[in-house]
């Protein structure tokens, strides 16, 4: 059940006067640290392991007439024409095109043969995508990061576009800033390999619902405090329907909702603190009958029905 709290009662609404305190969520919009390593970044390499299932196809520069398509069996080999029976699973796609070659070679067949061997399908070709956005996705040659996102239907308003992506074989994980720029996206459109996590966390978002000219949901800055007078200039404002005493900030905290009125004309003039608003946080401004009446015109139409009332109760 709903509870209605004074604004001293609750003590995460406070007015804020210094440097703002980690908000009551500390895991939600918390700074963190970029990988700024163009090595790791932009890897001139990343080797990937060819494993059981995967479909590789295999060419030789120059001669058409050997182009075998395969799908490495359970036991981690393939049967290759020519040259039987070849180990595949463990080995990098480097390694793998040398030792076909080399086999190749042995047989007699080809004296200095160029193999290329590409992975076609396969089900660990695929990075994967958690959180706010989610889904797997096929990586089949050269895929970034943007292109990955996409996808999966893009980033939802929700999401951050901070950027965790955790890679085998990578001590640390790798963190880009996507940000609000075209151009810084760019920077940090990264490719993307076959095992990749890609981790979407979700913002602190405060949601502006009612009589503002603008409703909808802000996002929080990470240590940066937004008041409840902010929230609503960045809502455009207050309507004229508004009813600005019976403001509600509605919270969530361990599981139990409660909700704090406020007077907006006091918050306004400095009568009341400024709360500052916390991840989640719903507020919500109806609106006066009184003042929609007036606005939709209708408020003639109700004066005048009062008016008959009135005299028909005087002539009784």
Request: charged share 15%; net charge negative; proline share 8%.
């Amino acid at each position: 059940m709903s509870t209605t709290l004074v604004l001293a009662a609750l003590p995460a609404v406070a007015q804020f006067n210094g440097p703002a305190s980690p908000t009551a969520s500390p895991e939600i919009n918390r700074p963190v640290t970029l990988t700024t390593d163009r090595t790791t970044l932009y890897p001139p390499t990343h080797d990937v392991l060819l494993t059981a299932g995967d479909m590789i196809g295999i060419h030789i520069f120059g001669q058409s007439d050997y182009s075998p398509s395969i799908r490495i069996g359970t036991d981690g080999n393939v049967v290759l024409p020519l040259i039987g029976e070849v180990h595949m699973e463990g080995l990098t796609i480097t390694e793998a095109e040398r030792l076909i070659a080399q086999k190749l070679v042995d047989a007699g067949i080809y004296r200095n043969p160029q193999v290329t061997l590409q992975i076609t399908e396969g089900p660990n070709a695929v990075a994967t995508v958690i959180g706010e956005a989610h889904g797997i996705v096929p990586i089949i040659g050269t895929r970034r990061l943007l292109d990955v996102l996409t996808s999966v239907g893009g980033l939802p308003p929700t999401a951050s576009h901070v950027i965790t992506i955790h890679r085998p074989g990578q001590p640390e994980p790798i963190v880009v800033n996507l940000g609000s720029d075209p151009m810084h996206s760019q920077v940090a459109d990264i490719p993307i390999f076959a095992g990749d996590t890609i981790i979407i966390s979700r913002i602190g978002v405060v949601y502006m619902i009612g009589a503002f000219k603008t409703p909808g949901v802000i996002a929080l800055t990470p240590y940066t405090p937004l008041t409840l007078m902010q929230a609503t200039a960045l809502s455009g404002g207050i309507t004229f329907e508004g009813k600005y005493d019976d403001l509600r900030v509605i919270r969530t905290v361990g599981g139990e909702r409660t909700i704090v009125k406020l007077d907006v004309k006091r918050v306004l003039y400095g009568k009341a603190p400024d709360p500052i608003l916390q991840p989640n946080d719903i507020v919500f401004l109806p609106n006066s009958m009184l003042k929609a009446s007036i606005s939709n015109g209708s408020l003639g139409t109700l004066l005048g029905v009062a008016s008959v009332l009135i005299t028909v109760i005087t002539l009784r």
